[in-house]
């Protein structure tokens, strides 16, 4: 058990610019979240996958981001013509079914900077 | 929709003193609840959780958090801080749909 892994776990950008990140959730957990964190402030979902299909999406997800998950294993967080308001930590979680579905385990984040 | 309430976004002991962590929460229906623990620049992990059942749960690092339904609260306690427990913690209760709802936080410093 590796634990979540993401990468880069910090992205410079300047404002207009399209970044992407990439998670890849403990092996043999079906489930994976994407939260977003800014400074001072708890995480907040934006998104969930089960297997490779996109069940639930926040309305934070503004049309400017997209998330995969192809093949249900690693995923991406995509976000086009970034704004400075995109600055904060995206972190990225798994958990597997069953009695065990509530435990999502995290991922070090990364950190978006947008100048 | 269920959510959570810390208390005091920042908490300083001593080191050796107990420590208090304040949350509550608001829910419609029986609630799941969380306590996790984030260290700079680094990722949330699990403290402890209550699902169902006994009514003290016991954690990582000897943290307990108690859930009292006629209080609303799952406070989070140590009995002896150490200096390696300053950090971010966040209370977090499932809203279903697979989603935590997480609390602002309280950040704990440790004096020696």
């Known amino acids: 058990d590796t634990g979540v892994s993401q990468n880069p776990r910090h992205k410079i950008t300047k404002r207009g610019q399209n970044v992407t990140f990439r998670c890849d959730p403990i092996?043999?957990?079906?489930?994976l979240y994407w939260y977003r964190q800014t400074l001072g402030q708890g995480p907040e979902f934006l998104t969930y996958f089960q297997n490779e299909a996109q069940l639930e999406k926040s309305r934070l997800l503004s049309d400017r981001f997209s998330a995969e998950r192809p093949k249900g294993s690693f995923s991406t967080l995509e976000i086009q013509r970034t704004e400075q308001g995109d600055s904060a930590m995206y972190l990225c979680?798994?958990?597997?079914?069953?009695?065990?579905?509530?435990?999502?385990?995290f991922g070090p984040g990364t950190r978006l900077t947008v100048t | 929709a269920q959510s959570v309430t810390q208390l005091g976004s920042h908490v300083s002991v001593s080191e050796g003193a107990l420590v208090l962590l304040r949350c509550n929460y608001s829910?419609?229906?029986?609630?799941?609840l969380f306590w996790y623990v984030q260290y700079p620049n680094q990722g949330l992990q699990l403290l402890l959780k209550?699902?169902?059942?006994?009514?003290l749960v016991k954690g990582i690092n000897g943290f307990e958090a108690e859930f009292k339904k006629s209080e609303t609260s799952f406070h989070l306690t140590k009995p002896s801080a150490h200096m390696s427990d300053a950090a971010e913690y966040f209370c977090?209760?499932?809203?279903?749909?697979?989603?935590?709802?997480f609390g602002q936080g309280t950040r704990l410093t440790i004096n020696p």
């Open positions: 979680a798994s958990s597997s079914g069953g009695q065990f579905t509530y435990e999502q385990y």
């Open positions: 977090a209760i499932y809203q279903g749909a697979q989603k935590l709802v």
């Open positions: 209550y699902t169902t059942g006994a009514t």
């Open positions: 092996s043999e957990h079906n489930r």
């Open positions: 829910s419609s229906v029986p609630p799941y």
